[in-house]
């Protein structure tokens, strides 16, 4: 069997949804799979408009939320909202300044966490803490928000990884190594560099985190942050909320394209990419591989069990572009 469809191929499976309009087939996919928001700032917003005191807020409606704010800003998020949107897990950061100590950044964590876990106790028919990929997937088979608690800065580790596990243990699931400034052990995409990336404590922190099963979110850290963290993470890291500064300029847009290439260092699929590809086909789910190198390609091919696709690449011997296939993965 061919395990080759290039992107032409496609037309006959996405025919039907031609006569359907985008927002017809957007409403499709996300019912299908429910967006999880990798990061929403509801409980600093509790902490500064209510003082954690939420005995009287309405999370069904914010939109009348002005006047609990200096400036007059209404909060962007409540259930109608996450409705509309299709939310189906959601990480609810537990952010806090860095403008006082770090000492105190730590406690007021851990007041961030306590008002997120009342916040989801106190609507329990809607919200549903998830401390596991099958606490995420029970929440949404009940029809409920999983919800997450993301730490977003190391200062709120105050420099111990003793503090790390507690927090994992209160129910941390991810940290940004840095916020907008530096920490003593990472430097942050927004201030001048202390460290060129990570110390040697840095790197503890993020083998750490790895060990017990804290993702690694490098949002708002500097490129030599993120390409030691890199070096040294050993299972897949997340950007929380940032994207790609070839597309947006902004300081906190850090996956630049050539950090995303320099890392290619793995002549192919790792073992867990190859359990990706083997999942991917297992659950009916199409294996693009347009853009992966050609040991990537061959590696996907080796273990493929149905057809594979180039939803978006041609053939390097006509157009010898470094998306385009070469003769070698053709010919298997």
Known sequence: MNKLVFGLGLLALSAPLAAQSPEAVAEAALRAAPVWDGHNDVPIQLRERYGNVIAEFDFEDTSDTGPTDEQGRVMHTDFARLARGHVGAQFWSVYVSNAQTEAEAAVETIEQIDVTKRLVARYPDKLALALSADDVQRALDQGKIASLIGME???????????????????????????????????????????????????????????????????????????????????????????????????????????????????????????????????????????????????????????????????????????????AVLAR
Do not use: C
């Open 153 to 327: 800065g190391g200062h709120s580790i105050a420099g111990s990884l003793a503090v790390l596990r507690q927090m994992y243990d209160l129910g941390a699931r991810y940290m940004t190594l840095t916020h907008n400034k530096n920490t003593a052990w990472a430097d942050s995409s927004s201030v001048d560099p202390q460290h060129d990336g990570l110390t040697d404590f840095g790197k503890d922190v993020v083998r750490e985190m790895q060990r017990i099963g804290m993702l690694v979110d490098l949002s708002h850290v500097s490129e030599a942050t993120m390409m030691d963290a890199l070096d040294v993470a050993r299972a897949p890291v997340i950007f929380s909320h940032s994207g790609a500064r070839g597309v947006v300029d902004h300081s906190r847009n850090n996956a630049w394209a050539d950090s995303a290439t320099a890392k290619a260092e793995h002549d192919g699929l790792t073992d867990f990419g190859r359990d990706v590809v083997r999942e991917m086909q297992r659950i009916g789910m199409l294996v693009d591989l347009s853009h992966t190198s050609e040991a990537t390609q061959l590696d996907a091919l080796d273990i493929a069990g149905a057809p594979v696709i180039f939803s978006h690449s041609g053939a390097f011997a006509i157009d010898p572009h470094n998306r385009n296939v070469t003769d």
